[in-house]
């Protein structure tokens, strides 16, 4: 991404029986993108008949190229199939003739107007969008580096670093090697207490092997039926993609007043 290149946030909006996110377009992209994320049950048709009237709508309020894609509740592309042409549609405007041209059929950058690789027309068009330059970004990218460099630098020196410097110091200190030998004589008689049952373990060591009786028992069946695991995974990876849809959903409709389509 170059230094000078714009790149905007995108907006949600609640629709009732699903959600939008417009994303006005990316650097050299000639279209914006709006996803359409189903939340409750509804044909084909009708999720085909939302995507149009979308289409004309976010046109009328920013005239540059979009694509729009319906989603299912479990994060998959909403099929069309029997319904329209493909799963995604195509909407553009011609000033000139005023008029909006809607496709199902798929179209080439050629086809589409070039507005979206004006950056002066974006930003004037989205002047109420929030946006980044890509130097920001860069910026940002290389801080978050920093951070996480800085970060491994403390593990390793807890890790490594530490260690040899108590060795040394050990090594150096008759007194520091009779304190961890203690230590040691210390930690061996509590170990052999509770292996003898004499110190009873406390709720959190009780709590950790309980959790890693379950891990063993999990992985040995796992382990007995891997082709069942993965469906398991799978399962599990859906369910986390339906939780975070519902949790979007409900979050927008806890900001603004839902706007009613039940096309």
């Known amino acids: 991404m170059a230094p000078n290149d714009i790149r905007f946030e995108s907006i949600?909006?609640?629709?009732?029986?699903?959600?939008?996110e417009y994303s006005p377009p990316l650097p050299n992209y000639?279209?914006?993108?709006?996803?359409?994320?189903?939340?409750?049950?509804?044909?084909?048709?009708?999720?085909?008949?939302?995507?149009?009237?979308?289409?004309?709508?976010?046109?009328?309020?920013?005239?540059?190229?979009?694509?729009?894609?319906a989603f299912t509740i479990d994060s998959d592309v909403f099929s069309l199939e029997s319904y329209r042409p493909?799963?995604?549609l195509m909407a553009w405007s011609n000033s000139?003739?005023?008029?909006?041209?809607?496709?199902?059929?798929?179209?080439?950058h050629d086809e589409l107007p070039t507005v979206a690789l004006n950056q002066d027309f974006l930003k004037e068009?989205?002047?109420?969008?929030?946006?980044?330059?890509?130097?920001?970004?860069?910026?940002n990218a290389r801080k978050q580096m920093a951070k996480i460099k800085a970060g491994w630098w403390i593990v390793f020196l807890w890790a490594a670093v530490v260690p040899l410097f108590v060795a040394v110091l050990e090594w150096w200190s008759d007194l520091l090697g009779l304190v961890v030998l203690a230590y040691?004589?210390?930690?061996?008689?509590?170990?052999?207490?509770?292996?003898?049952?004499?110190m009873p373990k406390s709720q959190r060591e009780r709590e950790r092997e309980a959790k890693d009786l379950k891990m063993r028992h999990y992985y040995y069946h796992c382990e007995r039926n891997i082709e069942a695991f993965e469906r398991l995974k799978i399962e599990n990876f859906r369910r986390e993609e339906?939780?975070?849809?519902?949790?979007?959903?409900?979050?927008?409709?806890?900001?603004?007043?839902?706007?009613s389509n039940d096309s």
Do not use: H
């Open 184 to 198: 040691a004589f210390v930690k061996a008689a509590i170990e052999a207490l509770r292996l003898t049952g004499r």
């Open 242 to 259: 339906i939780e975070k849809t519902k949790a979007e959903a409900l979050a927008l409709k806890t900001k603004q007043q839902p706007l």
């Open 86 to 88: 493909n799963d995604y």
């Open 96 to 108: 000139a003739e005023s008029k909006n041209f809607l496709s199902w059929e798929p179209v080439t």
């Open 30 to 69: 000639r279209f914006s993108t709006l996803q359409l994320s189903i939340v409750e049950p509804r044909d084909a048709n009708a999720v085909a008949t939302a995507m149009e009237l979308e289409a004309t709508s976010w046109l009328s309020r920013y005239p540059v190229p979009l694509m729009v894609t």
């Open 12 to 20: 949600k909006e609640d629709r009732g029986w699903y959600f939008v």
């Open 125 to 139: 068009t989205f002047s109420v969008i929030p946006y980044k330059t890509g130097l920001e970004i860069q910026n």
